[in-house]
């Protein structure tokens, strides 16, 4: 079970990324957390119980691993020394990834598949054209309309004619 293991953690890893992004925000704090939940996830895999659903299992960690470290980092300031920014609300933040998830489930398949393997995955043009099987300035061509369509959808402006 141990190679079985390894290798459905591996091929986990891109879904792992996306997750760590999207719960840290930043980059480095991502590659970061997700090298921990590997790391969590190898010293637990005797807790997982083959059959049932690896993606909850993981997932599971990744927040609760996610949650401690804030809660070890948190510092306590004194408010008078704090400088006076202007703080976006956290409800602007979860509206701003709703219409972020609303807008990319309504491009085409293809155009969304382009898109993911070259913003999140950090492909290079080539390689995410040969796992699609198409061109490269077919690939390029989808990427360049999902940014497009996302602008669209997202600011509510259409494209300027040339």
Request: charged share 25%.
């Amino acid at each position: 079970m141990s190679q079985e293991f390894q290798e459905q953690l591996i091929s986990f890893l891109p879904k792992m990324r996306v997750w760590a992004l999207a719960l840290t925000r930043n980059r480095a704090a991502a590659e970061d957390l997700t090298q921990d939940v590997a790391t969590k996830a190898l010293v637990a895999r005797d807790c997982f119980v083959p059959g049932t659903n690896f993606s909850a299992w993981v997932h599971r960690i990744m927040i609760n691993h996610f949650i401690s470290s804030v809660r070890n980092r948190r510092e306590f300031t004194d408010m008078d020394s704090m400088p006076d920014l202007p703080v976006p609300a956290a409800h602007e933040d979860r509206t701003a990834l709703r219409e972020l998830g609303w807008a990319l489930n309504r491009l085409p398949a293809d155009q969304r598949e382009a898109l993911f393997m070259i913003v999140l995955q950090e492909k290079s043009y080539e390689d995410a054209a040969e796992a699609t099987g198409c061109a490269i300035g077919t690939l390029k061509s989808r990427v360049h309309r999902a940014r497009l369509q996302l602008r669209t959808y997202l600011t509510g402006e259409q494209k300027k004619a040339a």
